[in-house]
């Protein structure tokens, strides 16, 4: 696996992807620390000493998960906060890209959240610093709504929160074969949290 200077995996081969996604699955499932270099070699079928030709340590494939995932979240959504139309929309947009993301890569995000505090110091620094930066973007997009006059004037913090949580917890709930669409779930968070000015 190729690690880039952000410090997220660009898995290039068949088997380092199935690496990854097998992973995911069970770290998921069975949390990091419940999970053994054992049980990753049984569930793909492979030699225990063979995971270590595509990785060095379970820490450094977690990392790889969590960092790219977060990576790839912020490419789709942060383009789309800084983007073209009012503040407003931009936040609509951004709330619905959030939560296509969600939906499509559920259980990388959902370990973004649940294993932070699996990683080494060093690494859950650095994946707080990422986090803390995307959040920014939403909260300067949140205040200029603010500043247009577009949306109620709140605390733009705790509104920021409450609309990542709320986007966030959805990989705990969300089935695609549940009643609403992701999109129908996303207009009604964006009627929810940016109630306009009257």
């Not at 696996?1 to 952000?6: F, N």
């Not at 770290?27 to 620390?33: D, K, L, M, S, T």
């Not at 609309?163 to 129908?184: H, K, M």
Request: with cysteine; aromatic share 8%.
């Amino acid at each position: 696996m190729a690690v880039r200077e952000t410090g997220a995996v660009s898995a290039t081969r068949p088997r380092e992807a199935e690496l990854l996604r097998v992973a995911t699955g069970l770290f998921r499932e069975r949390g990091f620390h419940a999970t053994s270099m054992q049980d990753l070699a049984e569930a793909l079928g492979m030699n225990r000493g063979s995971l270590y030709h595509y990785i060095e340590s379970k820490d450094d494939l977690l990392w790889w998960i969590v960092s790219g995932a977060l990576e790839r979240l912020r490419a789709q959504v942060e383009p789309v906060l800084n983007g073209r139309g009012t503040a407003v929309e931009r936040l609509r947009r951004a709330i619905a890209a959030h939560l296509a993301f969600a939906a499509d890569h559920g259980d990388e995000l959902a370990l973004v959240q649940i294993e932070l505090r699996s990683l080494s110091p060093s690494r859950r620094t650095e994946l707080i610093e990422r986090r803390d930066a995307y959040e920014h973007e939403w909260r300067a997009t949140l205040q200029a709504a603010f500043e247009a006059g577009s949306l109620r004037p709140t605390d733009v913090r705790l509104t920021g929160i409450a609309i990542l949580s709320a986007c966030n917890w959805f990989t705990q709930w969300y089935r695609p074969d549940g009643p609403l669409t992701v999109e129908q779930i996303a207009a009604s968070f964006a009627d929810l949290f940016l109630a306009t000015a009257s």
